[in-house]
């Protein structure tokens, strides 16, 4: 199957994420370490496990911006595009977790509901149905994107820079579900002409 640029857009996002995943481990490592000089070591590979996210993330906006100028828009486009959001976003999720940045009912429940999701686009594609990314999923993306680049940046201790990362955790939250009930009722004819 020949690629377009979109799709190779989103394959170079799936192949950043064990690079971000990598740094972040290493990056544990060095908070461990009780020898001099550790700290600074750890706030460099923070910032550099921040800006191959932030990359990762920027062709997310990217591969759907020239797939829609540019008519691009493919199948395998709207079954992987998401998907490489998932991995990249859950990646950071389990990683701020283990660490103690983030708590761990949050990670459930955004895990949790792209489980739910990822179980009714099977039955869709079952049903021969590719159902693409909603706006509501897409501002849960993003948001969920930018509360993990401040969390792994972990650029300040200043209140107000803590109060703004809570503020997008529980925005990240509310649009978590308010895209998953959006999702499940548009798409509740999957399901229900199913025969389930």
Known sequence: MKMNLPNKLTCLRVIMIPF???VMMYGDKLMHLSAGGAGEQFRFVRILACLIFCAASFTDFLDGHLARKYHLV???GKFMDP???KLLVCSALILLTAYGQLPVWVTIVIISREFIISGF???AADAGIVIAASWWGKWKTVCQMC???LMIGNFSAAP???ALT????????????ISLVDYIYKNR???TEGGM
């Open 160 to 162: 107000a820079y803590r």
């Open 83 to 85: 998907l490489a959001d």
């Open 20 to 22: 971000f995943v990598g």
């Open 121 to 123: 686009r099977l039955v």
């Open 166 to 177: 809570t503020v997008l955790m529980y925005a990240a939250l509310l649009l978590t579900v």
């Open 74 to 76: 493919t199948t395998f």
């Open 189 to 191: 004819k999957v399901i």
């Open 147 to 149: 509360m993990c680049i």
